[in-house]
């Protein structure tokens, strides 16, 4: 049962602007999923996106990111560095606000799992709106997950081109996550 994520961009009326296949998951994700398939409320040790190392359990992580918060949830950076499996932050987090090189952060919300034929899938979406007068250049994009205050890095994409977000627009992010037999 192969499991793919796709990874796309839309923009301010829906279309789609950028799509690529996403291959990846870093070493925390892994971690985490480890402790989970090893029991109930196991420990270990991750390192989160400040470099320190904490203790978490395998506790199922929380994606869900509130608007105006660029710690949790899906989040959107400058770097343009490849990927690699030891990343434990992006390489340039965009800051919420209005300034230079900044984003309005909405929700992050899921769209309910859904049956295709052969498949099953689920949606991560956000929005990201420029409230400031210069273009954002965004070159990588991951998911922040989190514990109790603690956030850890469970997806890091770099773009296969650029996107920008002129003043005054708004892109959609999202990450679906499908099975399929």
Request: include cysteine.
């Given at each position: ?61 929380r994606l869900d990111g509130v608007t105006g918060s660029n710690q949790k949830g ?100 999202q990450y679906t996550i499908a099975e399929?037999?």
């Amino acid at each position: 049962m192969p499991i793919r994520v796709k990874l796309r961009i839309l923009d301010d009326k829906g279309n789609l602007e950028h799509e690529q296949d996403c291959h990846s998951w870093v070493l925390q994700y892994l971690q985490w999923l480890t402790a989970g398939f090893q029991g109930y409320f196991l420990s270990t040790q991750i390192k989160d996106i400040t470099a320190s190392m904490r203790t978490i359990t395998s506790d199922i992580p929380r994606l869900d990111g509130v608007t105006g918060s660029n710690q949790k949830g899906i989040v959107v950076g400058l770097g343009t560095n490849a990927n690699a499996p030891a990343d434990y932050q992006l390489q340039t987090l965009v800051a919420h606000g209005t300034g230079s090189n900044q984003l309005l952060h909405g929700t992050t919300s899921f769209i309910e799992p859904v049956v295709l034929s052969s498949s099953s899938a689920v949606t991560i979406t956000r929005q990201f709106s420029n409230g400031g007068t210069n273009p954002v250049v965004i070159g990588e994009i991951g998911i922040y997950a989190f514990q109790g205050s603690y956030t850890f890095l469970f997806i890091r994409d770099k773009l296969d081109a650029t996107i920008s977000i002129g003043a005054g627009v708004t892109k959609t992010v999202q990450y679906t996550i499908a099975e399929s037999n």
